[in-house]
């Protein structure tokens, strides 16, 4: 099994510039997860999709962030503009999603650096 | 809302030893599950433990197993004959039964010294 597979690992760009990030989560899982990690925050749920749907957005920051998930095998996680305050490693994860488990399986993580 | 507190930004221990890293949480809801993810210098999140609330048994993983107070919302880790692998970021994370929202504390940074 692949895992959780994100890119880019790594992204640096300037501010203002649209970014992109990618995820494909394991193949079977139900539910998909985007995380963003910083020091002053740790680690915050930005929003979840439990069979393509948007569940639970109440943790994206604003405007500028969307996240879509066209199919069951992808999802993309979109900051336009971006701004430095941005920069953070962002962690897709995915799960059966059958909400007794709990385990989530994460992704190595996009660190992105807004200057 | 559900909160999730980890009062130890940083812990050490030294090899073979035991260590034991703090929890607590707060939350009105009666049925849920607590884990505890470790973040390696690699990044990658990884479920250490898991347990469920309505089990009065500490839950139990090789060397790591749990103390789970359900009275007092407090749900610690030990982790018995430390080795350098567990040098990490360790997390406790709530999740309310039936959802698959997963709250996370803000981590504890254990080093394991030779």
């Known amino acids: 099994d692949a895992g959780v597979i994100q890119s880019p690992r790594h992204e640096v760009t300037e501010m203002g510039q649209e970014v992109t990030l990618r995820c494909k989560p394991i193949s079977g899982h139900n539910s998909l997860f985007w995380y963003r990690q910083t020091m002053m925050r740790g680690l915050e749920l930005l929003i979840y999709f439990n069979n393509n749907v948007p569940i639970d957005d109440s943790g994206m920051p604003e405007d500028r962030f969307s996240a879509k998930m066209p199919n069951a095998s992808f999802s993309t996680l979109k900051i336009q503009p971006s701004e430095p305050r941005d920069s953070a490693v962002y962690f897709c994860a995915s799960s059966i999603g059958t909400g007794r488990t709990g385990e989530l399986f994460f992704g190595e993580g996009s660190r992105l650096t807004v200057l | 809302a559900q909160t999730v507190t980890q009062s130890q930004p940083e812990m050490s221990v030294q090899e073979a030893e035991t260590v034991t890293l703090s929890c607590t949480y707060d939350?009105?809801?009666?049925?849920?599950?607590l884990f505890w993810y470790k973040q390696p210098p690699s990044r990658q999140m990884i479920l250490v433990i898991r347990?469920?609330?309505?089990?009065?048994q500490n839950a139990t993983e090789n060397r790591f197993s749990v103390n789970f107070q359900k009275a007092a919302k407090s749900f610690s880790l030990k982790i018995s004959d430390s080795q350098l692998g567990d040098t990490a970021m360790y997390f406790c994370?709530?999740?309310?039964?039936?959802?698959?929202?997963?709250?996370f504390g803000t981590g504890t940074r254990l080093q394991v010294f030779p």
């Open positions: 347990q469920e609330a309505y089990k009065q």
């Open positions: 939350t009105s809801e009666s049925n849920y599950y």
């Open positions: 994370a709530f999740m309310k039964r039936n959802t698959d929202k997963l709250i």
